[in-house]
């Protein structure tokens, strides 16, 4: 699996990018891309507003055009909703680069780390997983900080 970027303001591009979209498509047998895009912050609104009803732009939304991924419950159940004919676009994941700084500014980190995070948080959303009940909340909170754990070179197996 890859990422495709066609432009990158945030200069995502690099080594960590490449390694964690090769081992994210190895875990789940997924061999195509996720399209990765930016949009100013009244495009994000009006995406935001068409999609999830709220009319304020968000850091990053993700679309998945896998069949029929629902909500994981674990590893096993997720490579079975992503089966290995999937070699085309997986998904897009749109980010909001100034809305993406004002959270790292807020949280007191850095941009790459909270690209990091906002890309393994929609990746997962892609593969079905979600966060809507507290179970799978904490199910995928889980898996994003074992993901996010290994560091820019050794990232898990989910």
């Given at each position: 699996?890859r990422?495709i970027l066609?432009?990158?303001p ?8 490449n390694?964690?979209?090769a081992?994210i498509?190895?875990s789940y047998?997924?061999s195509?891309s ?6 100013s ?7 935001n ?10 850091d990053?939304?993700?679309?998945s ?12 159940a997720?490579?079975r ?6 070699t ?5 994941i749109i980010f909001?680069l ?8 807020e ?6 780390d909270?690209?990091r995070?906002?890309l ?6 892609i593969?079905?997983?979600d ?19 290994r560091?820019?070179d050794r990232?898990?197996?989910?």
């Amino acid at each position: 699996m890859r990422y495709i970027l066609a432009q990158d303001p945030a200069r995502m591009r690099g080594r960590w990018l490449n390694g964690f979209a090769a081992r994210i498509g190895r875990s789940y047998g997924l061999s195509g891309s996720i399209s990765v895009a930016f949009v100013s912050p009244a495009e994000m609104t009006r995406l935001n507003a068409a999609y999830r009803g709220i009319a304020k732009p968000t850091d990053v939304l993700s679309f998945s055009f896998l069949r029929d991924v629902g909500s994981p419950r674990s590893t096993a159940a997720a490579k079975r909703s992503t089966s290995s004919e999937h070699t085309e676009t997986a998904g897009e994941i749109i980010f909001c680069l100034p809305v993406v700084r004002r959270k790292a500014r807020e949280r007191r980190g850095t941009l790459r780390d909270e690209l990091r995070f906002l890309l393994t948080h929609a990746t997962l959303h892609i593969l079905g997983y979600d966060h809507a009940r507290d179970r799978d909340a904490r199910a995928m909170e889980k898996l994003e900080r074992r993901l996010l754990a290994r560091g820019s070179d050794r990232l898990a197996k989910p």
